[in-house]
Structures are given as structure tokens and as C-alpha cells.
């Protein structure tokens, strides 16, 4: 058990509940006004309503009418679930779990008596339910729906909301496997694999093991398995959009374990990875273990964006090629991200390696919160690093970079994303295996674990991401000695950072791949880790063209971004020169407390003074302008304006 005591992310957590939960409640049910966006110009994006809650109704038999929205419309309401049960996990709250259980028994009622759950098919065309699964998301619902099952049932012991999971799951396992008459094949997106691994460690029944290990070695073995499917249906696409989309976007062009590249659409991407490393991590098999290694490399070497989005293109919301990062036409969708960090929480099963917990914190503190307005009714789906109001208007090729975060949208799968995450952040802090506890997020927290022959507590008291002492008390009841290895995080290389245990300094031979390791036998331990938070710089690889002779400013976790409201437009005019001291200052009654860092800089005036575009002389006139930047994640919350993260340097 851990009960976080973060300020920072306390505030976060009460909002998730106290107005998120509520609010995206009432959206789902359409009872309230609301906008909803599209998320690009696209004629195939349903935004009247949500309909969510309505078409479960429908499927129950308790209402009429047809289904409305995206074919996966009901994964809202799952994740909505599953959100709520880490609330409810929480604190007790009679309120919500009236609500949560009402969810659960409409649930249970729309699922057909052989287990089958998806309310499109069962309105519209029960008829081909599983014969379209390159555009069907069944697989993806169902997935989502077992994880929300999983987390209502830890909650709160319901024994409906386990059962409605293991009937669906019993259900799939009729439908496909390797035996004759089933279907040799998986899922157009990614997600049951997660869901069958969630119920088999909660179960511990090896059947669901072996299902998610199934869906997982036979993606890619037929590449055109899912253009076959859609031949045999021979009805009019579920998705257009989907329906020509290349094997590569399913993940499906080769085998998974010979994936060495990010390919596709990235959510599917992560989600792909996140289960086969759980499978990984459980089971111990080096080949599995070795292909998310080398696709972790891929990832995070080569194709991930300095705020941890990935995902560089619009179309199919995809991975494109290796350095290819630009700022302005990008995707970072907030789901993608909240993806990477279920990835790097199971890598963390793998293998104690601190990169793992470095990008789960770089995509947890830039994009992933950035993915919700402060006030946590608003939300963006896709994350830029560099965003113009006018050019996302009137450029079409730049209309999901949306410069203020809708209230909804017509897909609306990162919000009630978000809200999983972040309620179930505790379960991210550390990563227990045997009698080594890896301390991976710095959060004020207090850990209690009923561990062989004891119990251990662990209270971290810290200021952080405001300040870097972070403070770990250690009450070690049990008979054994426990091993504490504490994160190192990637960011302070090069800066201070020092480890005492008892007072005494522990020896930098106790330092391996980014943890620092520290005994505590029975009895109390105090240890006490210094990391040293200042204004950073970075500077990208020259072979991402988007970035060459720019920099970024980083402090502590959080990537820094310059928004228009504090440096006026035209943003790319500014230039920080390379010896401009970088000052920080703390403003407490800004964005809800955030660090500004201010710096003498430059901004480039242009010389031709009728505005001519070319001329032989400088490009521009430099006249001196304070700059000052704020924490990614909390850009757009002062109305519509300019932002940008990589900033010319010279
Ligand atoms: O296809 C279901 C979800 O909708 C994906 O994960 C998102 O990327 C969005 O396309
Ligand atoms: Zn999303």
C-alpha cells in the first residue's frame, strides 16, 4: 500500500477526482454543455455527443436507438472505470463507488450471454462481430475493459466486475488460438495482451497467460492477415481512415520479437511493448526480454521527443524514421506518452536500469501532463513543441496542433487516459522484486509492504520536482535485510549529487546503471539523496534537422517551453545567447506554482523595414529582450498563444 503526500501531486489527484472523474462523468452520459473538437479536420470524426453511456443503454435493452461515435466509443467508459477504482482505492467515497457499481451492473447487462461485450456490433451488426478486427478495436475494448475490471475488483472486492472480465476473457479464448476453427490472429490495435496479463496476475491463472502469449507471437507471422479479413467481410469499412492502412501500422510487417523499429501508429506501438515486457518480465524468456531491449533503443534513442511524446506525424499517428522530430506538425498524443510509461514500468520488471524510470518521468512531467488545462476539464490530444495559433487556423496540415485544449473530443481517448494514470501514479513510485526495492519517482509518499517475515515502511519526504534533498526513512520490521536502490536521474549528469546513508556518504561503487544502492537491515534507516537543481541546457543530436543550432532548458524533471503571453509573438525571432546566465525563480501565484527561468536574450528584428522577405544583409537586427520560460506542461492555460520549446542558441 502507498498513499501519496506529493503537494504537487496531491493537487493533481484531487482534481482527477474531485473534477475530472465528475466532469468527464457527465460527459460520457451527455449531460452537460460542452464543445466537442475534432481533432483534426477530418469529415470522419463523430463530435456531436459522446453517446458513451447511452449506447451500453441501448445494448442493455434498457433504451433504443443506434450506436454513436468511433467503433471503440465504449473503451470510455472503461477507462472512466478504471479511474475511478484507483480513487476508490484511494479513499472510500460512497458517492463514486454508487456510480462506479452502476457502471459495472450496466456493463454486466450489455454483455452477451457467451461473454462477447462491444456495444457497435451488438446494436448494429452482431453479425460480424471479430471479422473486421483491422478497424474493430474489440480486442482494444476488450482489454481495456478487463484492466478496468482487474482495478475495480482490487478496489473494492467486486466479484461482478471480475466476472463480467473472465467471461469476456473466456469468451476471446473461444474465438482465437491455434486450434482449428479459431482465428490464426490479433487485434488492429494493441490491448488485450495488456488486459490478459493484468487478469492473469490478479488471478494467477495461467490460461490468460497463455491467450495474451498467443495474440503476442502471432502478430506479424501473416503480415497480410488483417487485408485477408477485410476481404471476406467485404462490407464497407468500420474505419475509412484505417482500412488501407499498411501492415507496419498494425505492427503486423513482421513477427514482434524481429521488431527492431518503432513502426505505425504509436499508441499501438507501446502497447504492444508494454505487454510483451510484462510477458517478459514474468516469465523470464531472454528472446522476449531482448526485443524489448532493442525496441526501448529504437524508441528512446532515436525517436522520442525531448518532452517524451512520440509519434512525429499526423498521419496514422505515427513513427516515421530515425531523427525525425519536428516541432510543429508532430503528434506527441497524450495517450502515447501515458503508453511509454506503462512501457517503462514494465522494463523496470525486467532489469533494474534507471533510463527506464528517466523517461517514465521525462513523459510523466512534460507531455503526459501537459496532456490536461490545470483546471482538468480541458485536454489535448496531440502535444507540440512549437505551436502557432494562426498557422494551426489556416494551415491544414497543422490542424490537430490545437493551441488551448478542448473540452472534449471527438475521440476521446486520452482524457479518461490521463486520469487512470495519474490516479494510479502511486503504483510507479517503486518497483519491488524480492528484497530489492528500486526507488524510481521521487514523491512524498509512504509505502507499506507485507513482505516475507515483515513488514517495511518506507516514508519519502521531499519537496520535488520544487526541490531536489529527497529523504527516505526506512522501518524494516522484517527478519531480513532490504536493498533500496535509489534513481539517479540521467538529468543530473554533469551536475551534483550525493547519497548518505546514516549520516555517512555512500560509495559511488554502490552506483550501478542508474540506481544507488543502499542496505537496510531491521530496524530504522535513514538515507538521504542530494541532487543538485539547477537551470540545464541541452542540445539535440545534429542529425535531428528540426533542432540543429537550438537549445531546450530543462529543470530538474520538467522540459521548459517560452509562451507568448510572457515574450510577446513571433517567438522564433528570440535567440539565447550561449553565455546568458539562466536564473530561476519560483512564482508561487502563477500557473498554480510553477519556476520560471529568466534569462537575458535576444530577439531578431528584421532589417528590411518594409517587411521585404529577402536581403543580402544580416537577417535580422538584434535588440536585447528578457526572456522567460515556463514548465511545458503548463503552457495554454492563459488563453490562445504562440509557444515554442526549442529555442535558437548562439
Ligand atoms: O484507436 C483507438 C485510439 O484512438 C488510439 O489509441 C488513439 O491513437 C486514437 O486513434
Ligand atoms: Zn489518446
Same mark, same amino acid.
Given at each position: ?10 493537487? @493533481? !489527484? ?15 452520459? &451527455? ?84 461473454? @462477447? ?45 471480475? !466476472? ?46 497463455? *491467450?495474451? !502469449? ?8 501473416? +503480415? ?22 499498411? +501492415? ?36 523470464? &524468456? ?14 528512446? &534513442? ?82 507540440? *513543441? ?20 478542448? !473540452? ?13 494514470? *495519474? ?30 517475515? #515483515? ?9 520535488? +520536482? ?18 533500496? #536502490? ?69 529543470? #530538474? ?42 534569462? &537575458? ?12 522577405? @529577402? ?36
Amino acid at each position: 500500500m502507498i498513499q501519496i503526500t506529493s503537494p504537487f501531486w496531491k493537487r @493533481y !489527484q484531487d482534481l482527477v477526482k474531485k473534477e475530472m472523474l465528475p466532469y468527464q462523468w457527465k460527459v460520457l452520459n &451527455d449531460a452537460i454543455q460542452i464543445r466537442i473538437e475534432k481533432e483534426r479536420d477530418d469529415d470522419e470524426i463523430p463530435n456531436e455527443k459522446s453517446h458513451a453511456i447511452e449506447n451500453f443503454r441501448i445494448a442493455a435493452g434498457e433504451s433504443s436507438g443506434e450506436h454513436y461515435g468511433w467503433v471503440f466509443q465504449d473503451s470510455d467508459v472503461y477507462k472512466w472505470l478504471e479511474a475511478a477504482a484507483y480513487a476508490l482505492r484511494r479513499d472510500p467515497d460512497e458517492e463514486l463507488k454508487k456510480t462506479a457499481d452502476s457502471v459495472v451492473d450496466l456493463i454486466a447487462k450489455a454483455q452477451e450471454p457467451d461473454g @462477447y461485450i462491444g456495444t457497435y456490433f451488438t446494436i448494429m451488426e452482431p453479425d460480424r462481430k471479430f471479422k473486421r478486427l483491422s478497424e474493430s478495436h474489440e480486442l482494444y475494448c476488450a482489454g481495456h475493459l478487463m484492466e478496468a475490471c482487474v482495478a475495480y475488483y482490487e478496489a473494492v472486492k467486486s466479484r461482478k466486475a471480475l !466476472q463480467i472480465a473472465e467471461k469476456l476473457a473466456g469468451c476471446i479464448d473461444g474465438h482465437f488460438g491455434p486450434e482449428e476453427g479459431k482465428i490464426h490472429g490479433a487485434d488492429g490495435h494493441e490491448e488485450v495482451e495488456i488486459g490478459l496479463m493484468r487478469l492473469y496476475h490478479l488471478t494467477g491463472e495461467e490460461k490468460y497467460e497463455k *491467450l495474451a !502469449q498467443y495474440f503476442l507471437s502471432i502478430r506479424g507471422t501473416d +503480415p497480410d492477415f488483417l487485408k485477408k479479413q477485410n476481404e471476406m467481410d467485404g462490407k464497407p469499412p468500420l474505419i475509412k481512415g484505417v482500412k488501407s492502412a499498411p +501492415p507496419a501500422y498494425f505492427q503486423m510487417h513482421l513477427p514482434v520479437s524481429k521488431q527492431d523499429t518503432a513502426e505505425g501508429h504509436a499508441v499501438r506501438v507501446v502497447y504492444l511493448f508494454t505487454a510483451l515486457a510484462d510477458l517478459a518480465a514474468s516469465t523470464g &524468456d531472454r528472446e522476449l526480454s531482448d526485443a524489448c531491449r532493442r525496441l526501448w533503443r529504437n524508441i528512446t &534513442d532515436k525517436r522520442m521527443y525531448i518532452t517524451g511524446g512520440i509519434g512525429s506525424t499526423v498521419r496514422g499517428e505515427a513513427f516515421t524514421l530515425d531523427y525525425d522530430l519536428p516541432n510543429d506538425t508532430m503528434y506527441c498524443e497524450t495517450c502515447a506518452s501515458v503508453g511509454l510509461i506503462f512501457l517503462a514500468r514494465q522494463m523496470l520488471r525486467i532489469e533494474p536500469d534507471g533510463e527506464y524510470a528517466d523517461v517514465m518521468e521525462r513523459a510523466l512531467y512534460n507531455t503526459a501532463l501537459a496532456g490536461m488545462a490545470l483546471d482538468g476539464k480541458h485536454f489535448f490530444y496531440v502535444n507540440p *513543441l512549437e505551436a502557432v495559433p494562426e498557422k494551426s487556423r489556416k494551415d491544414p496540415g497543422k490542424s490537430h496542433v490545437k493551441c488551448v485544449r478542448p !473540452q472534449w473530443l471527438g475521440c476521446a481517448c486520452c482524457p479518461p487516459n490521463l486520469a487512470r494514470l *495519474l490516479m494510479s501514479l502511486e503504483d510507479y513510485i517503486y518497483t519491488v522484486k524480492d528484497s530489492v526495492i528500486l526507488a524510481n519517482l521521487f514523491i512524498r509518499s509512504e509505502l507499506t509492504l507485507e513482505a516475507e517475515g #515483515g513488514r517495511i515502511e518506507i516514508r519519502q519526504e521531499t519537496e520535488y +520536482p520544487k526541490e531536489g534533498e529527497v529523504r527516505f526513512h526506512i522501518n524494516n520490521q522484517s527478519e531480513h535485510p532490504v536493498t533500496l #536502490g535509489i534513481r539517479v536521474p540521467g538529468w543530473t549528469e554533469g551536475q551534483g549529487v550525493s547519497l548518505s546513508s546514516q549520516g555517512d556518504e555512500v560509495l559511488d561503487s554502490r552506483r550501478e546503471k542508474g540506481y544507488w544502492y543502499v542496505q537496510a537491515g531491521k530496524g530504522e534507516t535513514d538515507v538521504t539523496l542530494k541532487l543538485k537543481m539547477e537551470p540545464k541546457r541541452w542540445h539535440a543530436n545534429p542529425l535531428v534537422s528540426s533542432d540543429i543550432n537550438k537549445t531546450a532548458l530543462s529543470m #530538474g524533471p520538467f522540459v521548459y517551453c517560452l509562451e507568448e503571453a510572457d515574450n510577446g509573438k513571433d517567438l522564433h525571432c528570440l535567440v539565447l545567447p550561449k553565455d546568458a546566465e539562466l536564473r530561476y525563480e519560483w512564482k508561487e501565484e502563477l500557473l498554480c506554482g510553477v519556476g520560471t527561468i529568466q534569462a &537575458d536574450g535576444l530577439r531578431l528584428m528584421p532589417s528590411d523595414p518594409h517587411g521585404g522577405l @529577402y536581403c543580402g544583409k544580416e537577417t535580422g537586427k538584434p535588440v536585447p529582450q528578457k526572456l522567460s520560460f515556463i514548465p511545458y506542461y503548463a503552457w495554454a492555460n492563459r488563453g490562445e498563444n504562440e509557444m515554442r520549446v526549442w529555442i535558437h542558441e548562439t
